[in-house]
């Protein structure tokens, strides 16, 4: 089944103390990216890779950082955590570039969130 | 700076209705707008995507309509049901060497039985 992974699916943590949310996709995407959903602000885009040792800063980055050692991972690391950070973390995927003629749809894939809560 | 965002943030419709759902960007270098739909507990799903040098684009009971004089985007569901229910984002992109998507802050689509 074609899907994108996350984990954990739930985390509550300290400020401060370096955590990892893992994203993974069996799709062969070159495409993923890394948002956070907070209410009243949508869906905001963290960070983005568009191949393996190639990632960019989306809208806000501040805070984060990616790694794309393999095509199928993506993790997001947040060094030293802060409230601020408390949100619903959503890892997406897609072959890319989105706005190229391809004939079939980019279908942009999303994991089913991790809820992290910083204390 | 360059946004996207929705004219009405919640919307509540009668099942078998047609359910309308607007988007207004301000970015007049995006050319690849995409529709998602999110269920409670669920991430994003991609409903339907338009790129710039459309103006329409049908899928199955969705139609999407881009008019980029004004720039707007709509989304319109035929003959809603009550799994529609979700709230749907608008999402764009601006091209070039740019690929970061922007989302709006999404429409809550109720319907009722």
């Known amino acids: 089944e074609a899907q994108v992974t996350q984990n954990p699916r739930y985390l509550i943590t300290v400020t401060g103390k370096k955590l990892t949310v893992t994203c993974s996709q069996n799709?062969?995407?070159?495409?993923m990216s890394w948002y956070r959903q907070d209410p009243g602000l949508g869906l905001r885009q963290i960070y983005y890779s568009m191949n393996v040792e190639v990632t960019d800063k989306g809208d806000v980055p501040e805070g984060y950082k990616v790694s794309r050692k393999e095509k199928r991972n993506f993790p997001l690391i947040l060094e030293s955590p802060s409230p601020n950070q408390t949100s619903l973390y959503f890892c997406?995927?897609?072959?890319?570039?989105?706005?190229?003629?391809?004939?079939?749809?980019?279908?942009?894939?999303f994991g089913p969130g991790t809820r992290l809560t910083v204390l | 700076g360059e946004s996207v965002g929705l004219h009405l943030p919640t919307l509540s419709v009668q099942e078998g209705d047609n359910s309308i759902i607007n988007c207004a960007y301000s970015?007049?270098?995006?050319?690849?707008f995409i529709w998602y739909k999110q269920e409670s507990g669920k991430g994003p799903q991609f409903i339907i995507d338009i790129r710039s040098n459309m103006d329409k684009r049908q899928g199955q009971r969705v139609t999407v309509l881009l008019n980029k004089t004004v720039k707007h985007l709509s989304l319109q569901i035929a003959a809603t049901q009550p799994g529609d229910s979700a709230v749907y984002f608008c999402?764009?992109?601006?091209?070039?060497?740019?690929?970061?998507?922007?989302f709006g802050k999404g429409t809550l689509l109720t319907v009722n039985p």
């Open positions: 999402a764009e992109n601006s091209g070039g060497s740019n690929y970061k998507l922007t």
């Open positions: 970015n007049s270098a995006s050319d690849y």
């Open positions: 997406a995927s897609s072959f890319l570039p989105l706005t190229t003629d391809r004939s079939s749809t980019d279908t942009q894939y």
């Open positions: 799709m062969n995407h070159e495409y």
